[in-house]
């Protein structure tokens, strides 16, 4: 069974910056991808950015340009540098990890950009 908690998230103004990291406790699978997911209130789950052992990553349109994902080691998976936030970008975020047919998640991080 593989854990994930996350952290960086907070009270951010419009235009600034967050970097959120994940921690992993529990089995030492090797997860493929890794990535961060968001929920914002009333809206579905949505992938934010992910990236594969390969190197190769996926965005959400919205975030290119201003988000970077980044693989770490077997303790810290994976994290997110956000830049130049933006109000629309308030949400938990969580992290997750893919291992064959099971999906891991972390409970989650609050991000809020004041306007």
């Known amino acids: 069974q593989v854990r994930l908690v996350e952290s960086g998230g907070g009270l951010v103004q419009s235009g600034g910056s967050l970097r959120l990291s994940c921690e992993r406790f529990g089995s030492n699978l090797g997860l493929n991808p890794v990535g961060w997911y968001r929920q914002a209130p009333g809206k579905e789950r949505e992938l934010v950015a992910e990236i594969r052992t390969d190197g190769g990553t996926k965005y959400l349109d919205s975030v290119k340009g201003r988000f970077t994902v980044a693989r770490g080691n077997s303790k810290n998976p994976v994290s997110l540098q956000m830049n130049n936030l933006k109000p629309e970008d308030t949400a938990v975020y969580y992290c997750?990890?893919?291992?064959?047919?099971?999906?891991?998640w972390g409970q989650g991080t609050q991000v809020t950009v004041s306007g």
């Open positions: 997750n990890g893919q291992w064959s047919v099971h999906s891991f």
